[in-house]
């Protein structure tokens, strides 16, 4: 694969839209559309994002019984996704921060302890550049609605046999949540991978 160009297509308020060409091993010239938080992409290092865009909570209540997951309206699929709570890191935010900030603001439980943070990954590496931080922690406290209207989130604490059920059946996982979620109801004891 040889890179050849990049071309903005289309900027919004969260991400632009790009077309990438590129030569594959047989000399055809190829395009390749991506989105990106970053609104100023110029060249094949560009593609490369040296930024922590965002944030994905993986959060067990304090007996390592129950994991949480968010039911959430998502207009990219016209239906509602079972996801773990996420969001963007704000300017001036470290992840911790911003971990926090996005754990309140979705279901209004405090994080009392972060038990592992993982290595930055791409979040969507098939179609963004887009990284994240994987925080592995716990919370307490009661569940409120989102703080932000244009969010239509439902946060539940789910068991190992609850997710075990859960899993053979139900079609709206995204598919991280679903990994993970299939990993820790299948082992022994409260292992946050």
């Not at 921060?97 to 009392?112: D, F, K, M, V």
């Not at 209207?149 to 439902?154: P, R, T, V, Y």
Request: aromatic fraction near 12%.
């Amino acid at each position: 694969m040889e890179f050849v160009d990049i071309k903005k297509l289309y900027e919004s308020k969260f991400i632009t839209r790009y077309n990438v060409s590129y030569k594959t091993s047989e000399g055809k010239i190829k395009d390749y559309e991506i989105v990106s938080r970053s609104r100023d992409i110029k060249s094949f290092e560009d593609l490369k994002n040296n930024k922590t865009d965002a944030v994905v909570l993986i959060i067990h209540d304090k007996e390592g019984n129950s994991i949480l997951l968010n039911k959430e309206f998502r207009m990219a699929v016209g239906d509602y996704a079972l996801n773990f709570p996420a969001g963007l890191i704000d300017p001036g935010e470290d992840y911790e921060t911003a971990a926090r900030r996005e754990l309140w603001e979705e279901t209004g439980l405090n994080l009392i302890s972060i038990t592992d943070v993982w290595p930055v990954s791409y979040s969507a590496v098939g179609i963004m550049n887009e990284k994240s931080v994987v925080v592995v922690g716990v919370a307490e406290g009661e569940f409120a609605p989102s703080t932000s209207a244009e969010e239509e989130i439902e946060a539940s604490w789910y068991t190992k046999e609850q997710l075990r059920e859960l899993l053979k059946t139900n079609e709206h996982f995204a598919s991280r949540t679903q990994a993970y979620c299939w990993a820790w109801a299948h082992s022994k004891g409260f292992d946050a991978c």
